[in-house]
């Protein structure tokens, strides 16, 4: 599997992607800068997470609209597959990749700590090594992981699948008590229609071995090697 | 752009040439996209002893100068730029003033 990540001015979590996807895949990833307008020859582009611009205006806003995305969305269009975590998640929303939008955590503080997520289906590139039966833990680092979207399209979303990862109890309930940020349905990651894009607020790239606190990160990384290569 | 407003000294009759365009762009969430900014802003006015203050929602305003000195040209170039990027459509909705002011000559 051949990756690249993209990295803009204000990334912060690129040498954790490169260090995650270069020890599972045994490869080491393509970095693309956020000027270029072509994308090197890859089956997988991360956007990494970070406070891109320094998230002026809106978090994402101006990395959305830099050179290299207009590539990024060409290459998803025909086929790619995209992971946006964190911050590339906002970009993706940005871009009109994924639908909805990110906005400030309903109770206005950063949130820097391990939450639990349900796997909402593992029959995708990105899930096929995790169960559904048994929620992960995985870190989030975010201010704007609110996620937002309108009744119609939360109500197409849910019909269509496409909720990848909902924020849970120990246990597995996604209750409101399980929900940090305030995201409608405890939302924390969704796919594209062709479930070839994904975003989400959690980096499964920070707990990819037991050194690091855990590595339900891991599977992520292994699912997509074993689908891609 | 500003290093041509010196040369015109002069006194000349102002017609709409004569103006560059100042659009100012508000920027507000939709009804029902919940404001959790406002809310605490709410709050803490309360706290501060306003009472009867209600569903307060915060907003943003762009300012910019236009080089246009066509209205209609400069109100539909704001709106492309809202639609790009100034605004997320999503959650937001936005109004555009505009107003001609005098160029510095």
């Given at each position: 599997m051949k990756a690249a990540v993209v990295i803009f001015p204000?990334?912060?979590c690129d040498r954790d992607t490169l260090v995650a996807l270069e020890r599972i895949t045994g490869r080491k990833p393509t970095q693309v800068w956020h000027t270029e307008t072509e994308l090197p020859d890859c089956d997988l582009v991360v956007l990494p997470g970070g406070f891109t611009y320094g998230?002026?205006?809106?978090?994402g806003a101006m990395a959305a609209r830099s050179p290299v995305m207009a590539a990024v969305k060409k290459r998803a269009e025909d086929g790619a597959h995209v992971l946006g975590i964190c911050n590339g998640f906002q970009m993706l929303t940005e871009t009109g990749l994924l639908p909805g939008a990110l906005m400030r955590n309903a109770g206005l503080k950063f949130l820097c700590k391990d939450v639990h997520l349900s796997v909402?289906?593992?029959?995708t590139a990105f899930t096929r090594?995790?169960?559904?039966t048994k929620p992960i833990r995985i870190p989030i680092a975010h201010h704007d992981g609110n996620y937002f979207a309108d009744n119609e399209t939360l109500a197409r979303l849910e019909g269509e699948g496409r909720v990848a990862f909902r924020y849970v109890t120990k246990d597995g309930a996604p209750n409101d008590d399980a929900n940090?940020?305030?995201?409608r349905s405890n939302i924390a990651g969704i796919y594209s229609d062709d479930l070839r894009v994904l975003g989400m607020m959690?980096?499964?790239?920070?707990?990819?071995?037991?050194?690091?606190?855990?590595?339900?990160?891991?599977p992520m990384f292994e699912g997509l090697l074993e689908a891609l290569s | 752009m500003f290093s041509t407003c010196s040369e015109h000294k002069e006194p000349r009759q102002n017609r709409p040439g004569d103006m560059s365009m100042k659009a100012r762009v508000h920027v507000t969430l939709k009804n029902g996209v919940l404001d959790p900014q406002g809310k605490a802003i709410e709050k803490t006015l309360g706290n501060l002893?306003?009472?009867?203050?209600?569903?307060v929602r915060q907003g943003k305003v762009i300012e910019l100068e236009l080089e246009e000195t066509d209205a209609a040209k400069a109100e539909a170039a704001v709106k492309d730029m809202c639609e790009q990027?100034?605004?997320?459509t999503v959650i937001e909705n936005y109004t555009i003033e505009l107003a001609p002011t005098e160029s510095a000559a």
């Open positions: 204000g990334s912060n998230d002026y205006l809106r978090a909402e289906r593992n029959d090594k995790y169960a559904t940090p940020n305030g995201s959690p980096h499964p790239e920070r707990l990819i071995e037991p050194a690091l606190g855990g590595s339900d990160g891991r | 002893g306003f009472q009867g203050v209600g569903d990027l100034l605004a997320n």
